[in-house]
């Protein structure tokens, strides 16, 4: 079972820049997607990005297109989230997750994550 321990969050000001990592341990790592939620104070959790198991195909919500970038590094067991141009609206606590089915090429909101990390705080004033 892969364990998953997100990083890198912090208070930050709006137009600031943060990168969140996500470690795995695991051998199935590299075989798997990983996807990136957040849920802020009194909302549903939400998707945020994922990308492939090879790195080769990312998708983002509407909401973060354009700003947001998530990256992998299989050789580090490390999944990253690169966010710019952060605005008070992107507070939250993000996750991340991992892609149930192995060896997914196209990953979209709706598939099936499981193995949550703890999750890390991101608070944006304005």
């Known amino acids: 079972q892969v364990r998953l321990e997100e990083s890198g969050g912090g208070l930050v000001q709006a137009g600031d820049s943060l990168r969140l990592s996500c470690a795995a341990s695991?051998?199935?790592?590299?075989?798997?997607?990983m996807g990136w939620f957040r849920r802020a104070p009194g909302k549903e959790r939400e998707f945020v990005a994922a990308?492939?198991?090879?790195?080769?195909?990312?998708v983002y919500a509407d909401s973060v297109k354009g700003r947001f970038t998530v990256s992998r590094d299989n050789a580090k067991n490390t999944v990253y989230l690169q966010m710019n141009s952060l605005k008070p609206e992107d507070t939250a606590v993000y996750y991340c997750a991992l892609d149930l089915r192995p060896y997914t090429a196209t990953m979209t909101p709706k598939d099936d994550f499981a193995s949550w990390g703890q999750g890390t705080q991101v608070t944006v004033s304005s």
């Open positions: 695991g051998s199935t790592f590299s075989n798997h997607g």
């Open positions: 990308i492939n198991w090879r790195g080769s195909s990312t």
